[in-house]
């Protein structure tokens, strides 16, 4: 891994880059040794590259086109940042202006972590919107949706159930052999006031930017874990009167995962890779629906009682 | 109908398991789910078929009459060209 703060035609950027080394360190995701990262500044958003080229995908914040040589380029459009990411390496160079430099902890959650993403693309680490999570007779668990279906929730109760969790929403899929495994991006289990609540959990950190309170695996009586190979996958939903779990198959968990990492596949570049990948983990998986009830936390044993 | 041959489009991507697949539209990041007489007509699709060539490959995969076999892959192609997922293929 190399990061570096110099680039060519602009400034070096040696304090952003700083905070970016740290909040790698702080994620603790092995970084390809090919790794490279770059950052300069400069003064104004009129200073960075024109919006140009293919569009691969918008959203409010983030504008992404496919640059000539088959990599990618990213702008952030609220604060001016711009990323240029190599077509078949795990590289990148960003360009901050001041403006985005400054933005704190929104510069990693609204840009950076995208440009992570598409960058760790390129040497088979593909992002998936998914808990992670060991139990306590060693399988491994995935649990994959959007962020309102009680994946976070789902991930803190079983931590404060003894079993390892990696993240709560933050997964890599990558092929090892001929299975896939899951590495997590370390953070903390992020609760709305409901899921609070239902588990009785007390301390954490305030997250005013997402007006959660973030509990570290440890902290409600679990452990961090970083690496899992799947053998169960959860679609949590909420609502359900008791919780109970409903068979899914494995051609059907193709199209429901889909949904919660289709960004990442529609970059024409590698996305048979990908999809090979998604398959091997409907292979190997047994997948379920979580309907989620209350009863879930009135009995502690209530989820233990449904495992298989 | 019966002489235009359709293909699969160049940005189409799919995979299966057991029977059931996802088809992904990389141009229009769009994806739909398949059952297994979709993947049996897209997988054909690869390579440009007419109308009478898929209600073929359906007959010899699956115990059905012509007549059921040239209505499913009809409405089958009819929703494919509507999401562009299969084009005429230019001769």
């Known amino acids: 891994m190399s990061l570096s703060g110099l680039a060519t035609g602009a400034a070096a950027d040696t304090e952003s880059l700083a905070a970016i080394r740290q909040w790698l360190a702080d994620g603790r995701l092995p970084l390809p040794d090919d790794f490279r990262l770059s950052v300069a500044r400069v003064p104004n958003a009129a200073s960075l590259p024109p919006s140009a080229g293919p569009r691969i995908y918008e959203t409010s914040e983030l504008d992404v086109r496919a640059s000539g040589d088959g990599g990618l380029h990213i702008w952030w459009r609220s604060s001016g940042a711009f990323a240029a990411v190599a077509p078949d390496r795990p590289e990148v160079a960003l360009t901050l202006t001041a403006e985005a430099a400054a933005r704190g902890v929104d510069l990693f959650r609204l840009f950076l972590m995208n440009v992570l993403i598409l960058t760790l693309k390129r040497s088979g680490l593909y992002h998936l919107h998914a808990a992670s999570a060991r139990d306590p007779d060693g399988r491994d668990w995935l649990l994959a949706g959007d962020s309102c279906c009680g994946k976070s929730t789902t ?153 298989p | ?81 509507a999401a562009a997922v299969v084009v005429v293929s230019e001769p």
Not at chain 1, 187 to 205: D, E, H, N, S, T
Not at chain 1, 254 to 277: C, H, K, M, N, Q
């Open chain 1, 155 to 307: 991930a803190a109760y079983l931590a404060s159930r003894g079993w390892g969790v990696g993240t709560d929403d933050m997964t890599f899929l990558h092929a090892s052999g001929e299975v896939c495994r899951a590495l997590a991006w370390h953070g903390r289990i992020a609760l709305r006031p409901g899921g609070q609540a239902l588990l009785q959990a007390a301390g954490g950190v305030v997250i005013p930017e997402r007006g959660k309170l973030g509990f570290l695996p440890e902290e409600l009586g679990g452990h961090w874990v970083q690496t899992i190979t799947p053998s169960y996958l959860l679609f949590p939903e909420l609502g359900a009167e008791r919780t109970w779990l409903e068979p899914v198959s494995a051609g059907a968990v193709l199209s429901r995962i889909v949904p919660w990492t289709f960004w990442v596949l529609f970059e024409t570049r590698g996305a048979d890779e990908y999809l090979e990948v998604l398959k091997r983990l409907a292979t190997q998986t047994t997948a379920y629906r979580l309907h989620l009830g209350p009863d879930l936390f009135e009995r502690p044993s209530a989820f233990a009682e449904l495992l």
């Open chain 2, 1 to 81: 109908m019966n002489t235009t041959r359709y293909r699969r489009h160049a940005d189409v991507r799919l995979t299966d398991v057991g029977g059931e697949g996802v088809v992904l539209h990389l141009g229009e990041r769009r994806y739909f789910s398949l059952n297994e007489t979709g993947l049996t007509l897209l997988g054909a699709l690869a390579e440009p078929r007419t109308l009478p060539e898929l209600v073929a490959s359906l007959c010899e995969e699956y115990e059905v009459t012509a007549v059921e076999a040239e209505s499913t892959a009809r409405a089958f192609l009819e929703q494919c060209l």
